[in-house]
């Protein structure tokens, strides 16, 4: 249940288009996100759980710098969430709700280009044009989070992610198409719903990896004013409670969607999404609206 419902969980399935996207080197941006989702949740015969449902919405504060990593376009972000959800649902046909509020785990990406993409000034930037690029990144999500290990739905997952990714991006005109692939490797949590009136010793929860796919196609109408289809799928990441398997929380689920990216001011731009979840097996079926505003600025400013 905690894997199904919570807002964490969900922020690591997000499908960002132009992941591997080039600025110049000493380019800084600060992000603000909101996103809000609504729909069931399907627990595949887990729990003795129906008609389960949920409304979560999260924001997201993102500081973005870019830099030159052995001659190679990279950029670092970080990211720290706030998130509130109701939720609702009939545990062994009684009626059951529950409100959460709180910090979520923070999160810290590191992205380098191999292939296509050095590191430039804005000089040089600014006659460039994109072919093709190769790069790598890893996503890592720290247990910052608020987290009670003797609550079973939490804001925090009480353990370290890690994502290593291989990101492709082809440029054909106006046309950018975006493929990545990627494999969610999880920690153990040792302080899994315990200390409690069901289980007052310690349990440990540990899953499986979780392949991850991600696919993008998008269109510049205009400098700095583009459209996407977006579309990813997972496939793993089955979870155990004190080493035993539970086989029934396997994951398969796919998400499409679509996004759009405009400018405000010179310096200033606003990205909105929609995503809807395309097939689900054990996990969240929702619908996502996110808008996230951006000012950016090249060197410190003055």
């Known amino acids: 249940m905690l894997a199904a419902c919570s807002a964490q969980f969900l922020r690591a399935q997000d499908i960002v288009p132009r992941s591997y996207f080039i600025t110049p080197v000493h380019s800084n941006a600060v992000i603000l996100s909101y996103s809000f989702l609504d729909g069931g ?53 009684n009626e059951t709700m529950l409100y959460r509020s709180g910090l979520l785990d923070s999160t810290f990406r590191f992205s380098v280009n191999l292939k296509g993409g050095p590191a430039m ?3 040089e930037f600014q006659s460039w044009q994109q072919k093709t690029i190769l790069g790598v990144s890893l996503r890592v999500i720290a247990p910052t989070g608020q987290y009670d290990g003797t609550k079973l739905i939490n804001n925090g997952s009480d353990r370290w992610a890690f994502k290593p990714e291989l990101g492709y991006s082809r440029r054909l005109g106006h046309w950018v ?11 153990t949590n040792d302080e899994f719903w315990s200390r409690n009136a069901f289980f007052p010793g310690t349990r440990s929860q540990s899953q499986k990896p979780i392949g991850a796919f991600e696919g993008h196609l998008s269109y510049d109408i205009k400098p700095r004013i583009w ?15 004190n080493g035993v398997e539970n086989r029934q929380t396997f994951q398969t689920s796919s998400i499409i ?4 990216s405009l400018p405000l001011f010179e310096h200033q731009s606003m990205k909105v999404s929609y995503n809807s979840t395309a097939y689900v097996r054990f996990g969240g079926a929702f619908q996502n609206v996110s808008v996230s505003w951006q ?4 060197g410190w400013p003055k």
Do not use: C, E
């Not at 198409?177 to 920690?187: E, I, K, V």
């Open 41 to 93: 949740i399907l627990f595949n015969d887990v729990l003795p759980i129906t008609d389960a449902s949920a409304r979560i919405q999260f924001s997201v504060f993102t500081y973005y710098h870019s830099l030159s990593f052995f001659g190679r376009s990279a950029n670092f972000t970080a990211s720290l969430p706030y998130g509130l959800g109701n939720l609702h649902g009939k545990f062994m046909d």
């Open 121 to 123: 000034s804005v000089r």
């Open 177 to 187: 198409l975006d493929t990545y692939g990627a494999l969610w490797l999880f920690m």
């Open 227 to 241: 459209i996407s289809l977006d579309a990813n799928a997972w496939i793993g990441g089955s979870t155990s409670i």
């Open 257 to 260: 969607g679509a996004s759009a």
């Open 295 to 298: 000012y950016s600025w090249i």
